[in-house]
C-alpha cells in the first residue's frame, strides 16, 4: 500500500518538474501582455526628469478646502480629508488621488495655502490598463497609483495610460503643473 502511494507521488512531483520550467517560461515570455502593452523599455531616454522641473516644499499650515469649485463640492468628503495631508506635489499643492474603477486613477489638485480644488484639464483621471506590472509599482494597484508619477519637490506630473480614457492619448503623457493649469509637454504614444 504504501509503495503504490509513493509511486503515485513519485509521478506528481515528476509531471511538475517536467511542467514547471514551462510555466516558468510562458511567465517570462510576458505572454499575459501583447504588442499594445506599456512597458518600461517605452519610456525614452530623454524623457522629461523631476529634478529638471523642481519646486520648493511647503512647510506652512495647509487652508482649509474651499467648496467654490465644482470638484471640491462633488468629492466633498474625500477632498476634505486630502486637504489635510501635507503637501505632495509642485510645492503647496497636494495631488489627490482615489480609485475610480478597475485600473482608474481619480485625480484633483488642491492647493494648500488656498483651499481651492483644480480638476485638471485632460488629466482628471488616468486608465491603466494593459500596462506592465512593472511599471505600476509604488502605488495602490487595485486602482493602479502607480501609473500616476509625481513628487513634493517637482512640478511634473507622469501618467501611464489612457487620460480621460481618450484613446488617441493612450502612451505615456508628461505635464507641468502651471498657473493652476496642467500643460502636457511630451507625449509617447502606445496605441
Same mark, same amino acid.
Given at each position: 500500500?504504501? =509503495?503504490?502511494?509513493?509511486?503515485?507521488?513519485?509521478?506528481?512531483?515528476?509531471?511538475?518538474?517536467?511542467?514547471?520550467?514551462?510555466?516558468?517560461?510562458?511567465?517570462?515570455?510576458?505572454?499575459?501582455?501583447?504588442?499594445?502593452?506599456?512597458?518600461?523599455?517605452?519610456?525614452?531616454?530623454?524623457?522629461?526628469?523631476?529634478?529638471? !522641473?523642481?519646486? +520648493?516644499?511647503?512647510?506652512?499650515?495647509?487652508?482649509?478646502?474651499? !467648496?467654490?469649485?465644482?470638484?471640491?463640492? +462633488?468629492?466633498?468628503?474625500?477632498?476634505?480629508?486630502?486637504?489635510? +495631508?501635507?503637501?505632495? !506635489?509642485?510645492?503647496?499643492?497636494?495631488?489627490?488621488?482615489?480609485?475610480?474603477?478597475?485600473?482608474?486613477?481619480?485625480?484633483?489638485?488642491?492647493?494648500?495655502? =488656498?483651499?481651492?480644488?483644480?480638476?485638471?484639464?485632460?488629466?482628471? !483621471?488616468?486608465?491603466?490598463?494593459?500596462?506592465?506590472?512593472?511599471?505600476?509599482?509604488?502605488?495602490?494597484?487595485?486602482?493602479?497609483?502607480?501609473?500616476?508619477?509625481?513628487?513634493?519637490?517637482?512640478?511634473?506630473?507622469?501618467?501611464?495610460?489612457?487620460?480621460?480614457?481618450?484613446?488617441?492619448?493612450?502612451?505615456?503623457?508628461?505635464?507641468?503643473?502651471?498657473?493652476?493649469?496642467?500643460?502636457?509637454?511630451?507625449?509617447?504614444?502606445?496605441?
Amino acid at each position: 500500500m504504501q =509503495t503504490l502511494a509513493t509511486m503515485k507521488l513519485i509521478r506528481i512531483f515528476i509531471t511538475v518538474l517536467l511542467l514547471f520550467p514551462t510555466l516558468l517560461l510562458a511567465e517570462e515570455s510576458g505572454d499575459e501582455y501583447d504588442e499594445h502593452t506599456i512597458r518600461p523599455s517605452d519610456i525614452p531616454a530623454d524623457a522629461p526628469k523631476f529634478k529638471n !522641473f523642481p519646486a +520648493e516644499i511647503h512647510l506652512g499650515d495647509n487652508a482649509r478646502l474651499s !467648496f467654490r469649485s465644482k470638484v471640491a463640492r +462633488e468629492y466633498r468628503t474625500r477632498l476634505s480629508q486630502w486637504a489635510k +495631508e501635507k503637501p505632495n !506635489f509642485a510645492d503647496h499643492y497636494i495631488l489627490a488621488t482615489w480609485g475610480c474603477g478597475t485600473n482608474c486613477t481619480q485625480i484633483t489638485i488642491v492647493d494648500a495655502k =488656498t483651499g481651492i480644488a483644480y480638476s485638471p484639464t485632460g488629466a482628471s !483621471f488616468n486608465a491603466a490598463d494593459n500596462v506592465h506590472d512593472d511599471l505600476l509599482q509604488g502605488g495602490d494597484l487595485w486602482h493602479a497609483t502607480g501609473a500616476v508619477r509625481f513628487r513634493p519637490d517637482s512640478g511634473l506630473l507622469v501618467l501611464i495610460g489612457t487620460p480621460e480614457e481618450r484613446d488617441n492619448e493612450r502612451g505615456i503623457s508628461y505635464y507641468v503643473w502651471e498657473n493652476n493649469r496642467m500643460k502636457r509637454i511630451r507625449f509617447v504614444a502606445k496605441p
